[in-house]
């Protein structure tokens, strides 16, 4: 069965950098899409940064964008998500997910995960605080 383990999570500094890790399991995953998104308290699911990882082709949020660098290593069924100049607002459960291309359209203004669209790991906390 599908599994994905995020960690890497933890207080920063604001201006301070962490990493994600998600590890994979349970499909082929060489020719998956694998998104970041992330929630804050009280507030609707974001999306943070997509990638395949047939190609590397990815993208990432307005919000992100320039900060956040999301990568893979097919070898370890590995993606992580570089964050640096980390911000305040950044503070958020973050999720890894397997799902297709579309997701981030699909948890636009959401609060709930929708596991119906896709697989979804438990969530590692990044604290932004001084």
């Known amino acids: 069965q599908v599994q994905l383990a995020e960690s890497g999570g933890g207080l920063v500094q604001p201006g301070g950098s962490l990493t994600l890790s998600c590890t994979a399991s349970?499909?082929?995953?060489?020719?998956?899409?694998m998104h970041w998104v992330r929630q804050a308290p009280g507030q609707a699911l974001e999306w943070v940064a997509s990638i395949y990882n047939g190609d590397g082709t990815s993208d990432s949020a307005d919000s992100v964008k320039g900060r956040f660098t999301i990568s893979r290593d097919n070898a370890k069924h590995t993606v992580y998500l570089q964050m640096d100049s980390l911000k305040s607002e950044d503070t958020a459960l973050y999720y890894c997910a397997k799902a297709p291309r579309a997701l981030p359209q699909a948890v636009a203004g959401i609060h709930h995960i929708p596991f119906e669209f896709g697989y979804w790991g438990h969530g590692t906390q990044v604290t932004v605080s001084s």
């Open positions: 349970g499909f082929t995953f060489s020719n998956a899409w």
